[in-house]
């Protein structure tokens, strides 16, 4: 670069470098292949969706994801379970260790820290009054045990006088009517249901197969690179719990006085952070909100 060049960029060099400083800051923690139903000031929220089957390359429709989310005296924890991948994971252990003991208070400290379980699939979002930009487009969808219950109900039903019906297949499967309401602070699906079989586009298979392509691959949820060590895992569970396996030591804390704005502004980052992770992670039956109105 020649120095004549040189001038010429400094003069842009305050522009230039608050751009930088943008770029290293800012962060979206939202992922746009997601589909989250919006619910009303009530906590009302309706729209029909159909679960598509298995992508190329893959052989299941859905994958199955354990993770931790709860807050000790140092902090929150907030990480995917190596038992997702049938490991060992430290928090499972010292759920065991609790459980043992045959304490009851130990007990209700193990349940308050189980596992949350997440199902992941992709779908085709059919009705969506609240965002009608989203209907006919393919996202990703995750979900609890209630709506994984419902499509077992489908694929391995109960009674002997129930034809098993496979809610994935474009041709042979069923529209999901996602009733949401809000009970008890908390959401609830119980009222969701399956139509009656129908196939996708008339069973248009041109259609259908440019809807297959729009899918997004599920496998890179529980690949090995999403998951922490278990000692990293067993590091950060120690920090949380201030080396009190009950979690009941004191957290150490800092005054407001003592605090600059650097530490302000890292300690709110952290919470979005946390409060995105703890949406992410944790089962639909959980309202996250309860986890996030908890925080310091």
């Known amino acids: ?51 598509l089957p298995e992508v190329n390359g893959e052989d299941c429709p859905w994958v199955k994801l354990f993770s931790h989310a709860f807050q000790g005296p140092g902090g929150w924890y907030i990480e995917n379970s190596l038992t997702t991948m049938n490991q060992k994971d ?35 979002v059919l009705k969506d009054e609240a965002n009608p930009q989203n209907e006919g487009k393919v996202f990703l969808y995750k979900y609890g045990t209630k709506i994984f219950d419902k499509i077992k109900e489908k694929i391995k039903p109960e009674f002997k006088d129930e034809e ?10 069923c529209n999901f009517k996602l009733k949401i309401r809000k ?7 119980d009222k969701s249901e399956f139509d009656s079989p129908a196939a996708l586009y008339d069973g248009d298979d041109n259609k259908i197969e440019k809807l297959w392509n729009q899918q997004h691959p599920l ?4 690949a090995p690179s999403n998951f922490k060590s278990y000692d990293d895992l067993k590091t950060r569970l120690h920090e949380v719990l201030g080396g009190d396996i009950r979690g009941t030591a004191p957290a150490v804390s800092r005054n407001a006085e003592d605090m600059d704005e650097n530490d302000f502004q890292e ?10 992770k703890i949406e992410d992670t944790v089962e639909d039956e959980v309202d996250p909100m309860k986890l996030f109105e908890q925080m310091d």
């Not at 670069?1 to 939202?30: A, P, W």
């Open 267 to 276: 300690k709110h980052s952290s919470m979005k952070q946390k409060r995105q």
């Open 1 to 51: 670069m020649s120095f004549k060049d040189f001038k010429n960029r400094s003069k842009n060099s305050i522009s230039n470098l608050m751009k930088k400083l943008e770029d290293g800051t800012k962060k979206d923690y939202k992922d746009d292949r997601f589909w989250r139903p919006e619910q009303d000031k009530m906590g009302n929220g309706f729209a029909v969706i159909r679960f």
């Open 183 to 189: 009970i008890g602070g908390y959401t609830n699906y």
């Open 219 to 222: 496998n890179e949820f529980v």
């Open 164 to 173: 098993p019906i496979n809610p994935f297949d474009f041709k042979g499967g």
């Open 90 to 124: 430290p928090v499972s252990e010292l759920n065991s260790e609790l459980w043992n003991t045959g304490s009851e208070e130990d007990k209700n400290i193990a349940r308050s820290r189980k596992r949350k379980t997440t199902f992941i699939s992709n779908i085709l």
